[in-house]
């Protein structure tokens, strides 16, 4: 298996809209719609928000022919290449590919039989626009799923093999690959099986039905942290039932932790204990609030107490360090002056605008 | 290296009060008490929350000597057994392990000399108690700190093996080994170093000064989340700028994410997207919120509608899938009854307490 610089595993390139999949291409950050895609004032208005997050790929459930008008007015206007979720009814892929759909994600097994799928092939390619072939457990390659004696991790690699078997003998490879499930090691141990059996093609990342906020958090950062971790990975999205807008916020501090990308400024705060003499939570979670406005990659310090601020704080770009009602601000590795509690984190800030503003 | 039947890596075995790190005992938890110490009822009422939660082990910090009188009432009363956390004053460990902890915490590194520190192995093997040598990036051995040419990674490794060749030249092997830093590839390679320069010793691992809840739970389960997949990591402790009690919580569920150790119950729950008929994240947050006050380890589902649900919810012990203002419960596989959107929530939990209540 070839890898790039990064240690990322090198793949073929997919283009969804402007944003390239694979191929050395840095991993993007996907989200879907909770709104009624026939609402396409409401699902607009989320992906706006989306964007402004980081999102750079949004996908939206076409479920029924109802919603192709909304689709249709969303792919115009979308600041986002807008991907079309079917499930189903093979004519909805059709109708999406032609009404503006960046790329459609189908799940095979769930579409009928493989002629109706081979219309959909056919609709991609005179789109010219890509297939994610999204298995999830829930939903194999019916054949696969009646054999007998396949682990979970066997029947959803064996399925996309199958899938993408079939696509390639229509001479269709403009594919991303995903395989879901919603336990951890069923997930690392698929996309890793995938990654040796189908090397060509970008995956998409992401544990599904993770859970609420903090769950899904725990799932995705995990399973997906591992992958990353090991060069698998093109594209993610870290589902949770909540917001998306948190699905975003978290894929991008994964990113960060990991050192693959960043975009926001980078928070190290000290976790506070029987020394601190300060409100360092309090202090910390205002730090968050305003750093939530600065779009520089820089890295800022929240330190409690003497033992491991000034050694730490040095570290970041700018932080504080605090002693008894008062702190020192650090500025790249040296001490900039002291100030009294109340007035630290507007000072701190008055120097991040400075600085990196 | 020696593996254990779950491929974890096999250690010495030691034990901090009546909890066996290492050796093949299960991944334990800490956390560290946010009190002042000297506030033995206010530290100890903190304590009994975090046992309720599930933390096994717990640390306070021992900051001078008016905390020690503190530190011995809570000794005597806590439900778990106490790690004394000292930095810079020897004496304040060698009090410590003469006032009942089940355990010191020394950073060998800003203990001044080593005479210092071999007062403080002799108190440890008076009191029959272990060591956790915690080296991180802010304090490391003053040589090792000082040799040019070496990455953060390096030192920090290289201080934990020479600060444990002095512990063993001693004849003091009673040790877990911690080697913090805040950031997640540092912390990945150092404790991969770490499982093969020292094999024999236990690890406790984390990330320090991670940040607040969202991102220091991103940071935590990305590093940890690698390290226990590759098997490294006896006792962790996950660090966060907030309520220790959420240091408990994301490490259960990331314990039970990777299918290590499970204390509650895990919920399955979609994404929800365009599809959904019911208010799912609402849903989804009630059973969350109800599931708390149940203990037993078992795996309940939450599906907005027809695409996944069935498939998936049948994976869990028990689960709902949601259709247009109703929906369905499924027990261990088989769909039990159809029920209204209204009563759904309340069926589903007295199915769970009849069942595994």
């Not at 059996?197 to 609420?212: F, I, N, R, S, W």
């Not at 800022?300 to 704080?313: H, K």
């Not at 100030?339 to 120097?351: A, H, I, K, N």
Request: glycine share 10%; charged share 25%; hydrophobic share 40%.
């Amino acid at each position: 298996m070839q890898k790039i610089d990064d240690g990322r595993r090198l793949t073929r390139q997919v283009m969804v809209g402007d944003v390239a999949v694979g191929g050395g291409a840095p991993v993007s950050v996907q989200s879907m719609c909770t709104t009624d895609t026939s609402d396409s004032d409401a699902t607009l208005s989320q992906i706006k928000r989306l964007a402004e997050e980081g999102c750079e790929i949004i996908r939206v459930a076409v479920p029924d022919p109802s919603a192709l008008d909304g689709f249709e007015r969303i792919c115009a206007a979308s600041p986002l290449p807008v991907v079309a979720d079917i499930h189903f009814d093979y004519k909805l892929a059709i109708a999406a590919a032609e009404r503006g759909a960046a790329a459609l994600r189908v799940n095979p097994g769930n579409i009928g039989s493989m002629d109706r799928v081979d219309a959909v092939i056919e609709a991609a390619s005179v789109a010219g626009i890509p297939i994610r072939i999204g298995v999830n457990a829930g939903s194999l390659d019916p054949e696969v799923a009646q054999k007998p004696g396949l682990t979970l991790v066997e029947r959803l690699v064996a399925s996309c093999v199958s899938f993408v078997e079939h696509f390639e003998e229509r001479g269709f490879q403009n594919i991303v690959l995903s395989a879901k499930a919603h336990s951890v090691p069923v997930t690392i141990q698929t996309y890793r099986m995938l990654s040796k059996q189908l090397p060509d093609y970008p995956l998409h990342v992401g544990v599904t039905e993770a859970g609420t906020l903090q769950q899904g958090t725990v799932k995705n950062c995990a399973a997906v942290g591992v992958l990353l971790n090991e060069g698998i990975g093109d594209t993610m999205r870290l589902s949770l039932t909540a917001d998306p807008v948190e699905e975003v916020r978290v894929a991008w501090e994964l990113l960060g932790a990991l050192g693959l990308r960043r975009r926001n400024p980078e928070l190290v705060s000290c976790p506070t204990c029987g020394r601190t003499q300060v409100d360092l939570i309090g202090m910390a979670q205002e730090v968050e609030r305003r750093l939530k406005s600065i779009q520089a990659p820089i890295s800022v310090a929240v330190m409690g107490c003497v033992v491991n601020g000034p050694g730490e704080a040095r570290d970041a770009d700018i932080g504080i360090a605090c002693g008894r009602g008062k702190g020192v601000i650090f500025v790249q590795g040296e001490p900039l002056r002291t100030v009294r509690e109340e007035q630290l984190v507007d000072e701190l800030f008055s120097e991040i605008q400075k600085r990196f503003g």
